[in-house]
């Protein structure tokens, strides 16, 4: 299995547009890598390519991206389907750059998929794709061999919600476990995590590589008004550090390879030089940059 990380940041990316903190100030400068917004593409045989969620910065992802061009037909493309974690806006605005291609297939749960209705019905009007439910029992298979089941780790709404949406009860978001049928690697993605769980340990235990959500270092990172105990309420992420935080969680998992994506442009771990990443690094947890890519 190949994966390729096409974004790593948060949403609003980094540097983002509206904000002049330092950290974002020196992406701007050329000082620190930019990162695109959290997105990435995995393939079983090289040739038949899956979206992990869909970014704004979609398009350009795609570009940047050798393996994701089209060819050798004048409209054909590696590219089969989605993934969808969650319904947050920096995952899913993506959806509308794919529209000229036919027949894709997007995963997603109940949740999204009911909340994605009325771009469902606008995207039905320019291609015919097929949505599936990606909680499904037994999980499903992809073209390319490999084997996905999805896995409740979070009950954010997304903002643009409104408060009384009737449908289907949460999780509203999810982690996939993908495993290559043919190399028997197996990854784990999840970049949103709201709550740590047993059976996500259980899953970070039999895994090859963990590709974990890195949104916030610290649990009072976008100031005091957020604190710990309305933490998963006002954004969702568990922090990397403080007794809740991943950093302890998968500091238990040694053999396997984790990488912390979507980092939020307020995260000290975007500076390579900071003590955040030498702390980070001491528990053999990376911080990739866009466009690395993992063998499995
Ligand atoms: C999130 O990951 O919590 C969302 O992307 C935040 C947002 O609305 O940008
Ligand atoms: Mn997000
Ligand atoms: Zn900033």
Redesign the pocket.
Known sequence: MRVVLLGTA???GFPQWNCACALCAAARAGELPSRTQECAAVTGNGRDWWLLNASPDLRTQLIATPALWPGPGPRATPLRGVLLT?A????VAGLTELRGAVGLKVYAPPTVRAVLAPVRAALDRYTTWEWADSLGDGGFVLAGGLVVTAHPVGV?I??YVPAQVPGPAAPWVTAYRIEDLASGGVLVYAP?VGAWSPALDELCAEADCVLLDG?FYADDELGTAVRSGAWQGA???LPVTGPDGTLAAIARHLGVRRIYT?LNNTNPLLDPASPARARVAEEGVEVLPDGAELVL
Do not use: M, N, V, W
């Open positions: 948060a949403g609003g969650d947050e806006a920096d995952h954010k997304p903002k949103c949104t954004t969702g992420h979507h």
